[in-house]
């Protein structure tokens, strides 16, 4: 099935750092969500973006909305050891709405 | 958001038995889907429940192998039939609140011996 594009795969990371990760995809999205897991438990929503350009904050972590709507990108500010995890991005087909696409994950470690 | 429980949390079952996941919404819902993770993956859609219909299941996902019961607006049930190894996987139930915005419940972690 259709997937979304993310990257980095997998990061490492001294604690203090900024970290950036991206999905694209090549169609056009009206939704992009970013969440987090942590190891057993469910995903859990950091941020949702509703349209082209928009640009949301929530804490030390900030994402946007792609003016093409086939991108979003996240950035976490100054890490800490609690940000270590699995960020997965996901939204919905502009052609498709009902179903949410999703990237493969982004695997964050960091070093206190 | 959403406060959403799942029954069980975890589970290890004998291989061609049954188990029957709960999820269970703190408030009223027209939307909620059942998922599977397996090891070191992302989600797959395995089905969207509405309440006074019948699930609609994706491709590779089939009723028999995973009925599920949306009885009322705050309740689904997930089955899992006939299990085998492969079957090993987490399960989670999301809600649909506000636009397009999913919301996880904690997930069931299931192993087939």
């Known amino acids: 099935g259709q997937q979304l594009n993310q990257s980095p795969q997998s990061m490492f990371i001294q604690e203090g750092e900024d970290v950036s990760m991206n999905c694209t995809s090549s169609?056009?999205?009206?939704?992009w969500l970013w969440y987090k897991q942590d190891p057993g438990e469910g995903p859990v929503l950091l941020i949702a973006?509703?349209?082209a350009g928009e640009l949301t904050s929530n804490g030390r972590l900030t994402a946007q909305f792609g003016i093409t709507r086939k991108d979003s990108f996240l950035n976490i500010s100054a890490s800490i050891p609690s940000d270590v995890g699995i960020y997965f991005c996901?939204?919905?087909?502009?052609?498709?709405?009902?179903?949410?696409?999703w990237g493969l994950g982004t695997s964050l470690a960091v070093n206190p | 958001s959403a406060v959403i429980s799942q029954k069980p949390s975890r589970d290890i079952c004998q291989r061609g038995t049954s188990l029957t996941i709960q999820c269970q919404v703190d408030?009223?819902?027209?939307?909620m889907f059942w998922y599977r993770q397996q090891p070191g993956q992302s989600l797959t859609l395995i089905a969207t429940?509405?309440?006074?219909?019948?699930?609609?299941?994706e491709s590779g996902f089939v009723i028999d192998k995973f009925p599920i019961s949306r009885p009322n607006l705050t309740f689904s049930t997930l089955t899992v039939s006939n299990m085998s190894p492969e079957d090993s996987s987490i399960y989670l139930c999301?809600?649909?609140?506000?636009?397009?915005?999913?919301?996880f419940g904690p997930g069931t972690r299931l192993t087939v011996l």
């Open positions: 999301s809600v649909e609140r506000g636009t397009d915005t999913q919301y």
């Open positions: 408030s009223q819902v027209t939307m």
């Open positions: 429940a509405n309440q006074g219909s019948e699930a609609t299941y």
């Open positions: 169609s056009i999205f009206n939704t």
């Open positions: 973006l509703y349209k």
């Open positions: 996901a939204g919905h087909d502009a052609g498709n709405n009902r179903k949410l696409i």
